[in-house]
């Protein structure tokens, strides 16, 4: 087995954060580049007054507030991978991306354009109905990816 491109979802979750630091174990070992990938998932927003909400808007559609919320929440995005990198990397050679849109969605794509050879996510461990409303990250890709996917648990006791 040759892995020289493994790609590795991150949050600002303890979750991810556990899951990077295994990808990047095993990329070093396996000297491979690493792809980082967060993914900021749109907002519902307001809309006006009324409380009806906007869902799925263009740039036109939006005001102020809301290119501030989406420019505030790319910066957190570039936070994230920017610390992951800094804690992880080492001289390991890693491309970032920051996508807008869904995650699973979101990580199956970086994961295509990036042709990693293994996919590296963390999973938050729910249960039942939190499990069934919330859905499951790590599983859609799991189901969707085309490469092999490592959902890396973090220990009860770890959290």
Do not use: W
């Amino acid at each position: 087995m040759l892995i020289k491109k493994i790609l590795i979802g991150i949050d600002n979750s303890k979750y991810a954060e556990h899951a990077a630091k295994y990808g990047f174990d095993i990329a070093h070992k396996f000297k491979a580049h690493v792809g980082l990938v967060n993914i900021v998932e749109p907002t519902i927003m307001p809309y006006n007054n009324s409380g009806d909400v906007i869902l799925g808007s263009t740039m036109q559609d939006m005001g102020v507030a809301d290119i501030d919320i989406i420019s505030i929440q790319n910066e957190i995005s570039e936070s994230i991978i920017n610390d992951t990198i800094k804690k992880f990397a080492g001289d390991l050679n890693v491309t970032h991306f920051s996508e807008f849109g869904d995650t699973a969605a979101g990580i199956i794509e970086c994961s295509k354009q990036f042709k990693a050879d293994l996919i590296v996510v963390g999973t938050h461990n729910r249960k039942g109905l939190d499990r069934l409303i919330m859905g499951s990250v790590a599983e859609h890709v799991v189901r969707h990816s085309e490469v092999p996917v490592l959902v890396v648990p973090l220990a009860e006791e770890d959290s």
